[in-house]
């Protein structure tokens, strides 16, 4: 029982001390996350797979677009398959209203992060990075929390041409009705955080057998 409890005390310490130190870094300390070496994927979706964190989960699932969620929060993550197969490049103006906003490039892969206050003091966090975007809706407290997340998860993103290529050639798939092209998003400065609850997700994963899976 004494070792339970001391267990118990030294768990604790560390969590504390990750909070801590998660509050003490800056914005750009942890978007630095994009330059370490990514982490080996537990989650695997047609054309792509990722990493997720201890304690976050899969709670729904398209073909380009999956939403996470953890602590009661979710995110939502959008893979563009089409800009990536074209190898398109994302451009960026900083916005000087905004808490956070800066440009995005690593390792030959470029985007942009924006956290900008919305309504009932809310936050919304908007990442692109490596042909993926993440959007998260929290209060300012956790605003670090979900960027270093959101870093980790698109660090982690590796695809498979050769299943991109069938994907976009299929006939009997019409990639395009899921209408997302996150460039053309950027430049109409929409806000596509309910995009993973529109019908035509549905009606594609009706046409598509989803295999995928989570490890």
Same mark, same amino acid.
């Given at each position: 029982?004494?070792?339970?409890?001391?267990?118990?005390?030294?768990?604790?310490?560390?969590?504390?001390?990750?909070?801590?130190?998660?509050?003490?870094?800056?914005?750009?300390?942890?978007?630095?996350?994009?330059?370490?070496?990514?982490?080996?994927?537990?989650?695997?979706?047609?054309?792509?797979?990722?990493?997720?964190?201890?304690?976050?989960?899969?709670?729904?699932?398209?073909?380009?677009? =999956? &939403?996470?969620?953890?602590? /009661?929060? %979710?995110?939502?993550? @959008?893979?563009?398959?089409?800009?990536?197969?074209?190898? $398109?490049?994302?451009?960026?103006?900083?916005?000087?209203?905004?808490?956070?906003?800066?440009?995005?490039?690593?390792?030959?892969?470029?985007?942009?992060?924006?956290?900008?206050?919305?309504?009932?003091?809310?936050?919304?966090?908007?990442?692109?990075?490596?042909?993926?975007?993440?959007?998260?809706?929290?209060?300012?407290?956790?605003?670090?929390?979900?960027?270093?997340?959101?870093?980790?998860?698109?660090?982690?993103?590796?695809?498979?041409?050769? =299943? &991109?290529?069938?994907?976009? /050639?299929? %006939?009997?798939?019409? @990639?395009?009705?899921?209408?997302?092209?996150?460039?053309? $998003?950027?430049?109409?400065?929409?806000?596509?955080?309910?995009?993973?609850?529109?019908?035509?997700?549905?009606?594609?994963?009706?046409?598509?057998?989803?295999?995928?899976?989570?490890?």
């Amino acid at each position: 029982m004494k070792a339970k409890k001391i267990l118990l005390i030294i768990l604790s310490c560390f969590i504390l001390v990750g909070c801590t130190n998660l509050k003490n870094v800056s914005y750009d300390e942890i978007m630095n996350n994009l330059t370490l070496a990514p982490k080996r994927a537990n989650v695997h979706r047609q054309g792509y797979q990722f990493f997720i964190p201890q304690g976050m989960q899969v709670k729904k699932a398209g073909i380009s677009y =999956v &939403i996470l969620s953890s602590n /009661n929060i %979710d995110y939502y993550l @959008y893979v563009d398959l089409i800009s990536y197969n074209a190898k $398109d490049n994302v451009t960026y103006e900083i916005n000087q209203d905004a808490l956070y906003s800066t440009t995005l490039n690593y390792q030959d892969k470029n985007g942009y992060v924006e956290v900008k206050l919305q309504e009932n003091n809310q936050y919304l966090i908007e990442i692109m990075y490596n042909y993926a975007k993440i959007e998260v809706m929290v209060d300012e407290s956790k605003v670090k929390e979900c960027l270093s997340n959101s870093a980790t998860i698109l660090n982690s993103i590796r695809f498979d041409d050769l =299943v &991109i290529k069938n994907l976009l /050639n299929d %006939d009997n798939l019409d @990639y395009t009705e899921e209408n997302f092209n996150m460039f053309d $998003d950027i430049k109409e400065n929409t806000n596509v955080l309910d995009y993973g609850d529109g019908t035509n997700q549905t009606e594609n994963e009706e046409k598509v057998k989803d295999t995928d899976y989570v490890d």
